[in-house]
């Protein structure tokens, strides 16, 4: 895209969030099927792949009580300088998810660079995560979240893997 495409699709995507629902980020989406990912030499897919795997779905079904999950989804995302995701609950007709995970690949994050995950409460408050490396959080759908901006003083990319278990579809 020209500079000028760029700035207006930005500009759309900013006024877009005043409104509703619209994120900025980048994302490598991982495939549905599980033989697919199960054959792909990608490391993302492996990880993807373990997430769906029986101990994983077993473990999940436990914590959340919802014992219709039966697979996992996801993708690799990252939020650089001026990215963000806007309130949503992940509460997608057809997908049938029950939960929502961000496993956590950025070292020394600092909470002042934004890219937090927030949780909205029904009064107008909110709890945050900050990202970390290595860390799990789990989280049932549907759930009013979203991730705050990042800002321009940010030392590096907010990364993590982020999917959901689901139900079959049907």
């Given at each position: 895209m020209t500079s000028q495409q760029w700035g207006a699709l930005?500009?759309?995507?900013?006024?877009?969030a005043r409104h509703g629902f619209q994120f900025?980020?980048?994302?490598?989406?991982?495939?549905?099927?599980?033989q697919t990912r199960r054959q792909s030499p990608h490391l993302l897919d492996a990880f993807v792949h373990f997430m769906a795997g029986p101990e994983v779905l077993a473990l999940v079904r436990a914590i959340t009580g919802s014992e219709a999950i039966g697979f996992a989804d996801g993708q690799a995302t990252r939020y650089v300088s001026g990215d963000f995701l806007t309130g949503h609950d992940d509460g997608v007709a057809g997908k049938n998810r029950h939960a929502a995970y961000v496993f956590g690949l950025t070292e020394g994050w600092r909470t002042e660079w934004g890219g937090l995950l927030m949780f909205h409460g029904a009064d107008g408050g909110f709890s945050g995560r900050v990202p970390a490396f290595n860390r799990l959080d789990l989280f049932r759908v549907p759930q009013l979240h979203s991730v705050s901006y990042v800002t321009?003083?940010?030392?590096?990319a907010r990364t993590s893997v982020t999917g959901w278990f689901r139900s079959a579809m049907g």
């Amino acid at each position: 895209m020209t500079s000028q495409q760029w700035g207006a699709l930005n500009q759309a995507v900013l006024e877009a969030a005043r409104h509703g629902f619209q994120f900025r980020y980048g994302s490598i989406r991982v495939p549905d099927e599980e033989q697919t990912r199960r054959q792909s030499p990608h490391l993302l897919d492996a990880f993807v792949h373990f997430m769906a795997g029986p101990e994983v779905l077993a473990l999940v079904r436990a914590i959340t009580g919802s014992e219709a999950i039966g697979f996992a989804d996801g993708q690799a995302t990252r939020y650089v300088s001026g990215d963000f995701l806007t309130g949503h609950d992940d509460g997608v007709a057809g997908k049938n998810r029950h939960a929502a995970y961000v496993f956590g690949l950025t070292e020394g994050w600092r909470t002042e660079w934004g890219g937090l995950l927030m949780f909205h409460g029904a009064d107008g408050g909110f709890s945050g995560r900050v990202p970390a490396f290595n860390r799990l959080d789990l989280f049932r759908v549907p759930q009013l979240h979203s991730v705050s901006y990042v800002t321009p003083s940010a030392g590096a990319a907010r990364t993590s893997v982020t999917g959901w278990f689901r139900s079959a579809m049907g």
